[in-house]
């Protein structure tokens, strides 16, 4: 039995119909469920060690990054710290205090200021292109020293190493690493 096609069912001519964006039912931003990242930084903040990670009016304390990058795995796809903060950029955190990639640093979102952790899952991640709101100026923490006074105790503290090392110099008993050769020809023979 050879196969024979189906016969051609007649069409009705349609017309597509184009419905403006305004009538059809748009999503209201609470259908949407929050980005993967903004559950995650949530379960994050409220089930990690409040040495590492805390959430406080917000803003977000990053205690012992390296220590975080270790616990990571557990909560991202990766275990990068700057692939964490660069999403944590991405949604409109900036950093606040802390310099370098380790040290100890605290980020903000201009949204979500004095608000509880619950806020993180309102927010949308930046669009490119868009500029971004101005920054406020730069936080000072109380536990963080100003500029000034880390400069001056900087100072002071290589100038008690230097005093300490100049006076071990000259305590009997010492040897040196490496002897002082002597560049008085006197010596020589």
């Not at 039995?1 to 184009?18: F, G, K, L, T």
Request: glycine residues 6%.
């Amino acid at each position: 039995a050879a196969h024979q096609p189906a016969p051609a069912v007649p069409r009705s001519p349609v017309r597509a119909v184009s419905v403006p964006r305004a009538v059809s039912s748009p999503r209201s931003p609470r259908d949407k469920p929050p980005a993967e990242f903004l559950q995650k930084l949530r379960t994050m903040v409220a089930d990690g060690p409040p040495s590492l990670i805390k959430w406080d009016q917000g803003r977000l304390f990053v205690y012992d990054p390296y220590a975080l990058e270790g616990r990571m795995s557990a909560y991202f796809r990766h275990s990068k710290f700057s692939s964490f903060t660069r999403q944590l950029n991405n949604f409109g955190f900036y950093k606040c205090w802390g310099k370098g990639k380790y040290a100890p640093c605290m980020y903000k979102h201009n949204e979500l200021d004095g608000e509880p952790a619950d806020g993180i899952l309102s927010l949308k991640k930046a669009v490119r292109g868009e500029k971004a709101p101005p920054k406020p100026a730069r936080e000072e923490d109380p536990a963080m020293p100003d500029r000034e006074t880390a400069v001056r105790a900087r100072a002071s503290r290589t100038e008690r190493l230097r005093t300490r090392a100049a006076s071990r110099r000259d305590e009997p008993g010492l040897t040196r690493a490496h002897p002082v050769v002597s560049t008085d020809e006197s010596n020589s023979d």
